[in-house]
């Protein structure tokens, strides 16, 4: 009851009485007054959050006022700054000064978590080191490539992939964001489903379909914009959704009550859906004199959401607001509830979960199902951008199965896939300034995915990091014995 | 005295825990050595150091009194080791021959020379009495004569020293008593017998000796001649230990589970594993379904718990038809259910203790609130059932169920399904792999649960706790019931031609 009151009766009737209530008390459109709004009501929502799911991501006030400070430092700030570059350079210095500190804060934080005195048993210093490790490897291999392609540019050209996404300040960082999203979500589509014990090979597939969707609804409903301009851009996301979610279930249902190995099922289902690509997009959405599909109205584009100030010149939009939002919600779905509790059962032991009476076929249709919806998402959050298209060609999209190599990267945990996401766009940043250089650019793909490649074995890295830490372990404690265990 | 094995001051130690501290075993030529332990006590371990699957940090083997370095287990093959695994290691759809010879051919010209190893095969089979058809495939033989493809696999390599790690798991009284036979007329050959067990009487029975570990210690060597049984425990177990189950007669009460008729199908194999078996299991007594592994009755338990579907009959659960209920229906019901393999059934290994013991009410009222879990409930929960039932871990409710011990990890599995208070407790072979001290504590359990007025199904392969626990013995044979025996009245023999199928009472 106490519980009850403290989460539902105590915050959201906040949250709302405050969004209300306050621009009547004050005027929310001036700088200070808007600032005072957004903290306050983003503090209240963290600290629901936090006390909610009591989990590492937020656990405390202190969490939720920091989220609340970042917000505003993000998506506020940057609106009144925007015709003063001083101030806004003040505010980028501070964004990055927060979120460096923050993260070495979160890091410390859980790896001190770890209640075993043994290095080797804390399971964050160990994936952490493993993913490290395996990333600093790739970089080399990347490195011996440019040596043997060209010898006299190799150490520039690596330190122009080293600098990747800074290699133009802000700029490059925003596009490295906007280059991040559809591999995050996409990532996360495949992390998700071998949570479940599946292997989503899918995701292009299913990516296809929701871009395709997206596409549709963005050149042709316009008359949704006529009601709410706000709502065509939902709507356009709703059904790519959905359309992705129908791609992955199918593999699915095959799986689970026909027992069809969804690897093969969802390879197949990747070609079909690039055929029913090509022939929905020549049949309805085709512009002929540039052979690819019609502009989107504008009213269906990603809203920007302040952030072209902050970054300024990139394509850097309001998707990765959508992509950390999603990983969020996979993550507490994963962790916190019933349902992931189910799913992960079924995931790492099918008998056991039988047994325990968890319906593991349902399970596996609903994971599949969300999996495809998240890489429909990812589909859709490409393509509503000015300037995107697609070309009815019979190419797979390449962009579901760089997703498999991010859920690996990320050890398949939602927030592990956002940092891997986002060091592939890192990447790729890198790869679009070597061209500065002579490099030719299928050889700047060729590195790039070597890293990834080699960056992907962090589980196989793993365990000689285990190795290493358990002989460390050891010898800090070489006679005591610890009783209890099969060997 | 000549020793053809010697392990002299073995330390291997694995992070955390050190399997074999300073442990020393010499083995006579031509002696039977049993090596005593519970489970975790480092028989394997130590074992496994002779056959070269691990390196130990300290101590020296030697063979013929040769300083030697086992690094993997075809230098122990050359040294004349051989090992029976507890779990067979055969190729089922490879015959009898070909098993043996695998791994080991002779070739001419890249040709295996068949021929001359079937007549080897069977030159050693008539000498040492293993009786094998050689041309018979694996999966259409009976498990003793398995086991006797194993023995033989290791004197076609001719294995001078054999490592027979607990043989006896899965043999009828007979097979038994046939093994046992086997074994002495190995010594008698000259052959060299380490026997890793924790059953005492088959120590007694065919061992010299016996060394006994405990907790990767070494304990110490006797005669087995001139040593009880309970000495032999009490050296492995490190305090006295009570044989005989303390349990007042039963007092059974109305009727909780009743099977009619019931049928189940493989569609796989094409036949009938559980042939129209009727029964009644009621409150306040033990009802056990003895019978050889592989007799039906998994499938029989499966079908009372929703694992199978059930292709004719019924099952009443107090009165109401639950044949066709889920899983998930059984066990609100009221079906408790301590599954056959641990590992598969009973745990999510990589989950946490506390998770682990939510697995089936994890949906309840008391564990989640609008589809979140409940943490501080699920760890209240885990706290209150590991000091109920004495479960011991690393740390507590978060440890890994990977990292516990096998008695540990089914004290879990009892403490889970008996928290769970339901009207008819099913145990399959709740004491399989565990070590004396924990098959106290379970059958104490057991009998608690009895006396509290449930039913309880017990399935068990061993005849001991068969005796020893139940209240009624039903015995299953290729999935049929071939007899019903009251424990008092009956004993370990007659048991043993019933299930063996030899013979059967016509109901």
């Not at chain 1, 920007?304 to 779905?333: D, E, K, R």
């Not at chain 1, 250089?437 to 000689?464: G, T």
């Amino acid at each position: 009851m106490i519980n009850k009151f403290k989460y539902e009766f105590g915050f959201l009737p906040l949250f709302i009485l405050f969004a209300l209530v306050a621009p009547l008390i004050f005027d929310v459109n001036t700088s200070t007054g808007n600032i005072i709004y957004s903290t306050v009501l983003v503090v209240i929502l963290f600290s629901y959050i936090g006390l909610r799911f009591k989990d590492w991501v937020v656990n405390n006030i202190i969490d939720a006022v920091f989220y609340a400070l970042l917000f505003n430092v993000i998506f506020i700030l940057p609106g009144f700054f925007k015709d003063n570059e001083t101030l806004l350079s003040a505010d980028r210095f501070v964004l990055i000064v927060m979120t460096i500190a923050f993260i070495i804060y979160k890091l410390v934080g859980k790896l001190k978590a770890s209640k075993s005195q043994r290095l080797s048993e804390n399971k964050t210093l160990v994936d952490l080191s493993g993913s490290v490790i395996s990333i600093i490897i790739g970089l080399l291999f990347g490195l011996v490539i440019m040596l043997i392609f060209n010898p006299s540019q190799a150490f520039e050209g690596f330190w122009i992939i080293l600098q990747g996404g800074f290699n133009e300040g802000f700029r490059s960082l925003g596009n490295t964001i906007y280059f991040a999203v559809p591999i995050i979500l996409t990532g996360l589509s495949v992390a998700f489903a071998f949570r479940t014990g599946l292997f989503n090979i899918g995701a292009s597939g299913q990516f296809t379909m929701g871009a395709f969707v997206a596409i549709f609804i963005g050149v042709k409903w316009g008359f949704i914009a006529d009601i709410n301009p706000l709502l065509h851009w939902f709507v356009a996301v709703f059904f790519a959704i959905i359309a992705g979610g129908i791609w992955g279930a199918i593999p699915g249902y095959l799986k689970a009550f026909n027992n069809v190995n969804e690897v093969v099922s969802s390879i197949m289902l990747n070609y079909i859906a690039m055929y029913i690509n090509v022939l929905l997009i020549k049949k309805y959405i085709y512009n002929t004199a540039y052979n690819r599909t019609y502009d989107i109205l504008s009213s269906s584009e990603t809203p920007g959401l302040n952030l072209q100030h902050l970054f300024p010149n990139s394509s850097i939009n309001g998707g990765i607001v959508v992509a950390i939002l999603t990983v969020y919600l996979l993550h507490v779905i994963l962790n916190k509830t019933t349902f992931g509790f189910e799913l992960k059962a079924v995931g790492l032991n099918k008998s056991a979960a039988k047994y325990a009476g968890m319906n593991s076929k349902v399970n596996i249709v609903k994971s599949m199902a969300i999996a495809g919806g998240v890489a429909g998402l990812a589909g859709a959050l490409t393509y509503l951008v000015a300037g995107k298209f697609l070309i009815p060609e019979t190419v797979i999209l390449s962009q579901g199965f760089t997703g498999i190599a991010i859920s690996l990267l990320g050890l398949s945990s939602p927030i592990g896939v956002l940092f891997a996401g986002l060091f592939f766009g890192y990447l790729q940043q890198g790869g679009y300034y070597l061209q500065l250089l002579d490099f030719k650019p299928e050889i700047i793909d060729i590195i790039i995915a070597v890293i990834i490649y080699l960056s992907a074995l962090s589980l196989f890295i793993q365990k000689f990091v285990i190795k290493g830490l358990k002989r460390r372990d050891d010898k800090n404690q070489q006679s005591e014995v610890i009783e209890g265990s099969d060997v | 005295m000549e020793y053809i094995v010697e392990m002299l001051n073995i330390t291997k130690e694995f992070p955390g825990i050190k399997a074999n501290d300073n442990v020393t075993l010499q083995l006579k030529k031509g002696e039977i050595h049993a090596l005593l332990g519970e489970n975790g006590a480092g028989k394997s371990t130590l074992m496994s150091v002779l056959f070269g699957l691990y390196t130990p940090e300290e101590g020296t083997i030697k063979v013929r009194g040769e300083e030697v370095v086992i690094t993997n287990p075809n230098d122990a093959n050359v040294h004349g080791i051989g090992m029976v695994h507890q779990h067979f290691k055969l190729v089922h759809n490879f015959t009898v021959a070909e098993n043996i010879v695998l791994g080991y051919e002779d070739t001419k010209f890249g040709f295996l020379k068949f021929d001359d190893a079937v007549k080897k095969i069977n030159d050693l089979s008539d000498k040492y009495k293993l009786k094998v058809d050689t041309s018979s495939l694996i999966s259409d033989i009976s498990v003793g004569m398995q086991q006797r493809v194993e023995i033989l696999k290791m004197l076609y390599r001719d294995a001078e020293i054999l490592i027979f790690d607990e043989p006896t798991a899965v043999l009828t009284p007979q097979e038994i008593e046939e093994l046992m036979g086997i074994m002495k007329d190995l010594t008698k050959e000259g052959k060299s017998i380490i026997l890793i067990t924790h059953k005492l009487n088959e120590i007694k029975q065919v061992a010299d000796r016996c060394s006994v570990l405990r907790k990767g210690k070494y304990i110490g060597t006797v005669e087995v001649e001139n040593t009880s049984v309970e000495k032999m425990a009490e050296m492995m177990v490190g305090r006295e230990v009570n044989f005989v189950v303390d349990k007042e007669d039963a007092k059974p009460k109305d009727t909780v589970l009743e099977v009619k008729n019931l049928t189940v199908r493989n569609h796989r194999l094409l036949k009938d594993v559980v042939k129209d078996i009727s029964f009644e299991a009621k409150r306040g007594e033990i009802l056990c379904i003895a019978g050889i592994e592989g007799n039906g009755q998994t499938q029989l338990v499966e079908a009372i718990t929703g694992l199978t579907h059930v292709t004719s009959g019924n099952i009443l659960l107090k009165g109401n038809d639950i044949t066709k209920f889920s899983v998930r229906e059984k066990n609100n019901a009221g079906v408790s259910h301590i599954p056959e393999d641990r590992h598969k059934h009973g745990l999510v290994l990589d989950y946490s203790l506390e998770e682990n013991l939510i697995l089936q009410s994890y949906f309840e009222e008391k564990f989640q609130e609008r589809g979140f879990l409940r943490f501080d409930e699920i760890r209240q929960h885990a706290k209150k059932l590991i000091a109920n039932f004495d479960i011991r871990s690393g740390k507590g409710p978060t440890t890994s169920a990977r990292s516990m011990s096998g008695g540990n990890q089914q004290k879990a599995i009892v403490a889970r399904e008996i928290d769970r208070d339901t009207d008819l407790l099913i145990a399959v072979q709740p004491t399989r792999g565990l070590d004396v001290g924990a098959i106290e504590y379970i059958h104490k359990q057991l009998i608690a649960q009895r006396d509290a007025g449930k039913a309880v199904l017990l399935i068990s392969l061993e005849l001991d706790e068969v005796l020893n626990v139940s209240d009624r013995i039903i015995v299953m044979y290729e999935g049929e019931a071939v007899g019903e025996f009251d424990p008092k009245k009956t004993n370990e023999n007659e048991l043993g031609l019933y299930m063996a199928g030899s013979k059967r009472s016509e109901a």
